[in-house]
């Protein structure tokens, strides 16, 4: 294997080297009626079967996070997965969906990824099975350009609930962003706040998010999984729509973004994953939590705006213990 740069933090290791991550993980067998067999383990074997086995636990999942494949030929270490036709990735959408239903409470709420193509299906899906509110399309950077095309920049979620009794957190999903023209009334700040590094607002969010970045190989998040979601993309749905202590569930868990996501927001997970090289990264990942729970643009209650100086003081202070340590 080709040696890394110094600074290149991906997390890639082998099954061999990994070993005593891949033991951590628990298998589809272990699965019994108790919710103790579930949560906050990363679960190695089929979803579908996984899921079916779940059921004798009952509805115990307060959120969905989902992320299957896009409807796109991908390789995920050995797991093909092959483009179908829109009727054909419609029931494969079905079958994995009714399967995660019966494991959720009545006020849960359910987030789905997807790109644009793929989106059409599943937003036509979940209308048939839920109350969908909302789609967030969220700003990638990277891709590919396009001969006779626009360049694939965006991804999209789409936002849906049981019911019409669904947590949704708003304080807990403000932005901060930069005030250029600060106003004032009698010399102090209106919705604004001063602070020594520049004026700031925190914002509602919008369904348009353009303050994410994809992990990158100098980030400490990053691993060599082909369709790694960013933690903060995930902790702004976690935070919105679960509180401390409820079980979020995720049924194609790749590389461990949602099961380590809410193990730093301390919330509890089931994470579900075929494939075991991404099961030895996912176990890293957590036991790097367990030590730095820091989330990339995620800092004292606040979603900062990328590039921001508050982000940049924490990167320093943390590549500075790094060092020490």
Same mark, same amino acid.
């Given at each position: 294997?080709?040696?890394?740069?110094?600074?290149?933090?991906? $997390?890639?290791?082998?099954?061999?080297?990994?070993?005593?991550?891949?033991?951590?993980?628990?298998?589809?067998?272990?699965?019994?009626?108790?919710?103790?067999?579930?949560?906050?383990?990363?679960?190695?074997? =089929?979803?579908?079967?996984?899921?079916?086995?779940?059921?004798?636990?009952?509805?115990?999942?307060?959120?969905?996070?989902?992320?299957?494949?896009?409807?796109?030929?991908?390789?995920?270490?050995?797991?093909?997965?092959?483009?179908?036709?829109?009727?054909?990735?419609?029931?494969?959408?079905?079958?994995?969906?009714?399967?995660?239903?019966p494991l959720l409470k009545p006020s849960a709420?359910?987030?789905?990824?997807? =790109?644009?193509?793929?989106?059409?299906?599943?937003?036509?899906?979940?209308?048939?099975?839920?109350?969908?509110?909302?789609? $967030?399309?969220w700003q990638r950077e990277k891709g590919r350009?396009?001969?006779?095309n626009w360049k694939n920049g965006m991804e999209?979620?789409?936002?849906?609930?049981?019911?019409?009794?669904?947590?949704?957190?708003?304080?807990?999903?403000?932005?901060?962003?930069?005030?250029?023209?600060? #106003?004032?009334?009698?010399?102090?700040?209106?919705?604004?706040?001063?602070?020594?590094?520049?004026?700031?607002?925190?914002?509602?969010?919008?369904?348009?998010?353009?303050?994410?970045?994809?992990? #990158?190989?100098?980030?400490?998040?990053?691993?060599?999984?082909?369709?790694?979601?960013?933690?903060?993309? $995930?902790?702004?749905?976690?935070?919105?729509?679960?509180?401390?202590?409820?079980?979020?569930?995720?049924?194609?868990?790749?590389?461990?973004?949602?099961?380590?996501?809410?193990?730093?927001?301390?919330?509890?997970?089931?994470?579900?994953?075929?494939?075991?090289?991404?099961?030895?990264?996912?176990?890293?990942?957590?036991?790097?939590?367990?030590?730095?729970?820091? $989330?990339?643009?995620?800092?004292?209650?606040?979603?900062?705006?990328?590039?921001?100086?508050?982000?940049?003081?924490?990167?320093?202070?943390?590549?500075?213990?790094?060092?020490?340590?």
């Amino acid at each position: 294997m080709k040696e890394k740069a110094g600074r290149n933090k991906t $997390i890639d290791l082998q099954i061999d080297e990994g070993r005593t991550y891949l033991d951590r993980c628990v298998r589809t067998g272990s699965v019994t009626d108790s919710i103790e067999s579930v949560t906050d383990q990363f679960i190695l074997g =089929d979803c579908f079967e996984t899921m079916d086995r779940m059921r004798q636990i009952g509805s115990f999942a307060d959120l969905l996070i989902a992320d299957p494949p896009y409807n796109l030929d991908k390789d995920y270490n050995g797991n093909r997965f092959n483009k179908k036709s829109f009727e054909e990735y419609r029931e494969f959408t079905k079958a994995w969906l009714e399967k995660a239903l019966p494991l959720l409470k009545p006020s849960a709420s359910v987030y789905v990824c997807c =790109d644009w193509r793929s989106g059409l299906v599943i937003g036509e899906v979940l209308q048939e099975y839920l109350y969908v509110r909302n789609r $967030i399309t969220w700003q990638r950077e990277k891709g590919r350009g396009a001969r006779a095309n626009w360049k694939n920049g965006m991804e999209d979620i789409w936002f849906a609930t049981m019911g019409n009794e669904y947590t949704f957190n708003l304080e807990s999903v403000k932005i901060r962003r930069k005030v250029l023209a600060p #106003y004032r009334i009698e010399g102090k700040p209106k919705d604004w706040e001063e602070t020594g590094s520049g004026n700031y607002r925190n914002t509602c969010p919008s369904n348009f998010w353009d303050d994410v970045s994809v992990p #990158y190989w100098s980030m400490p998040e990053n691993t060599a999984h082909p369709t790694q979601k960013p933690e903060k993309l $995930i902790a702004k749905l976690i935070l919105a729509s679960s509180n401390e202590g409820d079980i979020i569930l995720d049924p194609f868990a790749g590389s461990g973004t949602t099961a380590v996501t809410a193990k730093k927001l301390k919330r509890r997970f089931v994470a579900i994953e075929q494939n075991e090289l991404y099961g030895v990264w996912a176990q890293k990942r957590l036991e790097m939590a367990d030590s730095d729970p820091w $989330i990339q643009g995620y800092r004292d209650g606040v979603f900062w705006e990328r590039n921001s100086q508050e982000v940049k003081k924490h990167q320093k202070k943390s590549k500075k213990q790094n060092k020490i340590d």
